[in-house]
């Protein structure tokens, strides 16, 4: 059975740093897409950023291009997201998900896998 197990949320100032991992397991994520996504309080769920496992491919949202960086760590099943420059409306709960697909995707929905979630607050 697949689990995604997500951790490195918390409270950061603005301007700050954090690093988030999800821990993939049960199975081989070969040619699987990882994808980031955050939501807010009274506001919809977004995609932030994900990666193909297979080729490396990374897409982000407009919003966090330049601050934000996806990674795939093969031996360890682990995605990361590292984020930089953090703003108070980086703030919510940030989810991993996963999914078997050739092309990355920002569509929730086609998303098969997901964790838990883990709470990033950025002060002002």
């Known amino acids: 059975q697949v689990q995604l197990v997500e951790s490195g949320g918390g409270l950061v100032q603005a301007g700050g740093s954090l690093r988030l991992s999800c821990a993939a397991s049960?199975?081989?994520?070969?040619?699987?897409?990882m994808g980031w996504f955050r939501q807010a309080p009274g506001k919809e769920r977004e995609s932030v950023a994900s990666i193909s496992t297979g080729g490396g491919n990374t897409d982000y949202a407009d919003s966090v291009k330049g601050r934000f960086t996806i990674s795939w760590d093969n031996r360890k099943n682990t995605v990361y997201l590292q984020m930089d420059s953090l703003k108070p409306e980086d703030t919510g709960v940030y989810t991993c998900?996963?999914?078997?697909?050739?092309?990355?995707?920002?569509?929730?929905?086609?998303?098969?896998?997901w964790g838990q979630g883990t709470q990033v607050t950025v002060s002002g």
């Open positions: 049960g199975r081989t994520f070969s040619n699987y897409v």
């Open positions: 998900a996963a999914v078997l697909a050739p092309i990355n995707t920002v569509v929730a929905l086609r998303y098969d896998y």
